[in-house]
């Protein structure tokens, strides 16, 4: 085949891919495993710090929050902090357009990604309102909004809770007495 055959050749390939197709079938080898995505859509709620965007799970990069089913306590009453992080991320994102933004996926596929509504990030709301923790082991990033929820006692800071990572190896808010009666998790409630 002479090279005038081999360069149309090439044009009625790239002609029937696409534009698209060709870069990202030149592309991928070359950066392999690099998980660099930007997504939008309706968000998917999975919990306080996972969404899912058209099929695509993503982690809430540099917090983490409570876990569905886990309590916190404010003035010896239990309350469901998990399912509130979880329910203040759906209302927030109800109806909107999510944006994340990320270049890093975790052991099991998920993408690590900052996410966006309205022009703010998700990721620094969640923290500052108290329904996060900044996840030091892996970002400082959401340091400082921990901060200022800490000096202002919202959320989980206006009362007793345990860390998401500390829960999940199965440590526990702490019985409480009332008068001679234990209640765990806090009277009032159900226990835990």
């Not at 703010?120 to 309102?129: F, G, K, P, Q």
């Not at 921990?146 to 860390?163: L, Q």
């Amino acid at each position: 085949m002479d090279d005038n055959k081999k360069s149309r050749n090439l044009y009625s390939v790239s002609g029937m891919l696409g534009v698209k197709q060709l870069l990202v079938f030149v592309l991928i080898p070359a950066f392999g495993s690099a998980a660099s995505a930007d997504l939008t859509g309706t968000a998917l709620i999975v919990d306080g710090d996972t969404i899912t965007i058209s099929g695509n799970k993503i982690r809430l990069s540099g917090i983490d929050t409570p876990e569905k089913n886990q309590t916190c306590r404010k003035a010896s009453i239990t309350w469901r902090c998990g399912y509130e992080a979880s329910e203040t991320l759906r209302n927030w994102t109800y109806t909107k357009e999510v944006r994340c933004i990320g270049d890093t996926k975790d052991r099991y596929g998920t993408l690590i990604a900052n996410c966006f509504v309205d022009g703010y990030s998700v990721n620094a709301r969640l923290v500052y309102e108290g329904l996060a923790l900044a996840y030091r082991k892996y970002s400082k990033q959401y340091v400082p909004e921990e901060d200022k929820a800490r000096a202002r006692k919202r959320g989980m800071w206006a009362g007793e809770f345990v860390a998401p990572w500390d829960w999940r190896r199965g440590e526990r808010l702490k019985e409480v007495r009332i008068g001679s009666a234990p209640c765990k998790g806090g009277c009032g409630a159900k226990d835990e």
